[in-house]
C-alpha cells in the first residue's frame, strides 16, 4: 500500500499533535495531583492493572482515556487505522470505530508513557512513542514503519521538552518547546562521532534483578575483549541505567550516549526464565529516528530487527550512535552471545 510523500508528512504531524496532547493531558494529571495533596500524587504511582505486555499504574490511564479520545476526534476517516497498545489486549480497535481491521490502511503502534517509573516519582522525563506502517495484517513487523514520533513528557521542575519525528528516508525533525511561553524553536541533535568508548557513556540495559548476573558477565567479557578491562581502562566507560527506551534512544541521538545494549530477551532464554520484564515492538517503534539521525539499529545477533506490531513479543536490540562503533562492536557482542546461548 503506496501513500505519497504529502501523505507521509500528513501522518507525521498528525503523531505529533497526538503525543502533544497526551503530554498536555499528563501535565494536567499531575497538576490535578498536587493540588489535592500527597495520597493523590502517591495515588499516581499504584498499580492500576497487570496485563500480558506489563504493569500498569495509574498514570498509565490518564494517558490511555487522552490517546482513544483523540484518534476519535482527530484522526482522519479516510485513513483507516489499527491502534495497537498495551491494555488494548483483548479485542482490536480501530478508527473510525468499528472498522474491520482488514479495511484498514494503517497500524499504528503506541507507547503511551515509555519511563512510567522514573516519570511517577517525578525522577526524569518519559517519553511518549508512536510509529505508523502500511496495514499488512499479522505480517506486519518494526521493519514497516515509514513515520514515527517521540515526545518528551517532562517532569515537574521542566521548562524545556523536546520532540522528534521523522518520515523514512526524510531525515529526522527535532522541536523544543518553552512550557512557560509556548513557544516552539527547530534545533538539530547529533549523535557521537566517536569511533571509542574512552570518557563516554555506554549501557547493557540490567534494569531488574533477573538475569543481572548474566548481563553483568558479559559486559565484563564485553569490554575485556575490546581492550577496556584491567588496568584502570574499565574506568574510562561509563554506564547509565535510564528505565526507558525512548530515553536511551533520546540519549543516543543526542550524543549522550555511544551505545546501549538491551540484551534482556536473550538472558532470560539462556536462564530458563521466560521473557518478562522485557523491551517490546512498541518500546522500539521509533528506531526510526536514530536511524534517519546517522545511527544505527540492530539485532545483538546480526541484522535488523525482526518482530512483529504487537505488545508481547521481547525484543533484544542494540543501538550505537554510529556505523563506526557498530562495526566495531557487533562481531565480538555476536561472538560471545553465540558462545553463552549454545
Known amino acids: 500500500m503506496e501513500f505519497t510523500q504529502a501523505e507521509l508528512a500528513r501522518a507525521r504531524r498528525l503523531l505529533c499533535a497526538l503525543q ?11 497538576r490535578r495531583a498536587e493540588r489535592a495533596g500527597v495520597r493523590a ?4 504511582a499504584s498499580v492500576a492493572a497487570v ?55 494503517w497500524k499504528c503502534i503506541l507507547d503511551p508513557i515509555d519511563g ?22 499479522a505480517r506486519t513487523g518494526l521493519r514497516d514503519i515509514v513515520v514515527a514520533a517521540m515526545t518528551e513528557l517532562p517532569t515537574s521542575k521542566q521548562a524545556l521538552v523536546d520532540q522528534f519525528s521523522a518520515v523514512r528516508g526524510g531525515g529526522l525533525i527535532s522541536t523544543r518547546r518553552d512550557l512557560g511561553t509556548g513557544k516552539v524553536r527547530r534545533w538539530t541533535p547529533r549523535p557521537s562521532q566517536a ?23 558479559l559486559e565484563e567479557a564485553l569490554w575485556r575483549e575490546l581492550g577496556l578491562w584491567g588496568r584502570g581502562g ?59 539521525a546517522g545511527g544505527v539499529v540492530v539485532d545483538p545477533l546480526g541484522g535488523a530487527i525482526k ?19 557498530a562495526r566495531r562492536v557487533g562481531p565480538v557482542l555476536r561472538r560471545l552471545l553465540r558462545e553463552r546461548l549454545r
Request: glycine fraction near 8%; include cysteine.
Open 51 to 105: 496485563t500480558a505486555a506489563d504493569t500498569i499504574y495509574a498514570i498509565d490511564r490518564v494517558s490511555e482515556a487522552a490517546i482513544l479520545a483523540w484518534f476519535a476526534e482527530h484522526w482522519p476517516k479516510s485513513w483507516p487505522v489499527e491502534l495497537v497498545m498495551e491494555g488494548l489486549e483483548d479485542a482490536a480497535v480501530t478508527f473510525p470505530a468499528g472498522t474491520p481491521v482488514a479495511a484498514t490502511r
Open 116 to 137: 512510567t517509573r522514573g516519570i511517577m516519582y517525578d525522577k526524569r522525563s518519559a517519553w511518549s512513542l508512536a510509529g505508523l506502517a502500511p496495514q499488512r495484517g
Open 234 to 292: 574499565g574506568q574510562r566507560v561509563f554506564e547509565e541505567q535510564y528505565i526507558s527506551t525512548g530515553g536511551q534512544l533520546n540519549e543516543l541521538l543526542c550524543g549522550h550516549d555511544r551505545m546501549v545494549l538491551d540484551l534482556r530477551p536473550l538472558a532470560f532464554v539462556s536462564l530458563g526464565l521466560g521473557t518478562a520484564l522485557c523491551a517490546h515492538p512498541y518500546d522500539l517503534c521509533t528506531e526510526l529516528l536514530l536511524t534517519e
Open 20 to 30: 502533544d496532547h497526551i503530554q498536555t493531558a499528563m501535565i494536567a494529571a499531575r
Open 307 to 325: 518482530a512483529p506490531l504487537d505488545t508481547t513479543t521481547s525484543v533484544a536490540w542494540a543501538g550505537y550512535a554510529n556505523p563506526a562503533l
Open 41 to 44: 500524587k502517591e495515588g499516581l
Open 195 to 217: 569511533r571509542d568508548f574512552d570518557h563516554g557513556f555506554a549501557s547493557i540495559v540490567k534494569f531488574f534483578p533477573e538475569g543481572k548476573v548474566w548481563l553483568a558477565d
